[in-house]
């Protein structure tokens, strides 16, 4: 990977280890959106079918109020175990100093077993807009209106 003066890095952001087994994720290419957060847990985890679990990663970070840390699924883990996170992305405040945890549900069809140090999730790191919200009688008219849920005729 190049080093840090060839990136174009947007936030310095500061991670604390809680416990010294947990691992600092990193970008494993130049062109990662996310980087792999792994379980910091002590023993292993079994998640049967339709089963979820939180899963502690030992790490906590300080965010600058314009950012929020997401938490996503691995899509291998999706594709191979049916692995995902109950409320994908994990959205996690810029005022939170705690533990990030993973919610790790189970939507296959067998067990599933997290190891200590297993990548579980991966995170991404995005810009927040706070919004003033006017309320209002009306909306202005656009062409779709209230269609939802497939009234583009998007397949």
Same mark, same amino acid.
């Given at each position: 990977?190049?080093?840090r003066?060839?990136?174009?890095?947007?936030?310095?952001?500061?991670?604390?280890?809680?416990?010294?087994?947990?691992?600092?994720?990193?970008?494993?290419?130049?062109?990662? !959106?996310?980087?792999?957060?792994?379980a910091? =847990?002590?023993?292993?985890?079994?998640?049967?079918?339709g089963?979820?679990?939180l =899963?502690?990663?030992?790490? !906590?970070?300080?965010l600058?109020?314009?950012?929020a840390?997401?938490?996503?699924?691995?899509?291998?883990?999706?594709?191979?175990?049916?692995?995902?996170?109950v409320?994908a992305?994990?959205?996690?405040?810029?005022?939170?100093?705690?533990e990030?945890?993973?919610?790790?549900?189970?939507?296959?069809?067998?067990?599933f077993?997290?190891?200590?140090?297993?990548? =579980?999730?991966?995170?991404?790191?995005?810009?927040?807009a706070? !919004?003033?919200?006017h309320?209002?009688?009306?909306?202005?008219?656009? !062409?779709?209106?209230a269609?939802?849920?497939g009234?583009?005729?998007?397949?």
């Amino acid at each position: 990977m190049n080093s840090r003066k060839d990136q174009f890095y947007l936030e310095d952001v500061k991670v604390k280890r809680l416990r010294s087994s947990a691992a600092i994720p990193a970008y494993q290419t130049d062109g990662s !959106a996310g980087m792999d957060v792994k379980a910091d =847990i002590m023993e292993p985890i079994t998640i049967n079918p339709g089963e979820r679990s939180l =899963i502690g990663t030992g790490l !906590a970070f300080a965010l600058p109020p314009h950012l929020a840390l997401l938490a996503c699924p691995r899509s291998g883990l999706a594709l191979k175990a049916g692995i995902t996170i109950v409320n994908a992305p994990g959205i996690i405040d810029s005022d939170y100093r705690g533990e990030v945890g993973i919610i790790l549900q189970n939507t296959g069809d067998k067990p599933f077993v997290v190891e200590p140090g297993d990548r =579980i999730a991966q995170i991404m790191f995005t810009y927040v807009a706070r !919004a003033i919200l006017h309320e209002v009688e009306d909306l202005d008219e656009t !062409a779709r209106g209230a269609g939802g849920f497939g009234s583009t005729g998007a397949r």
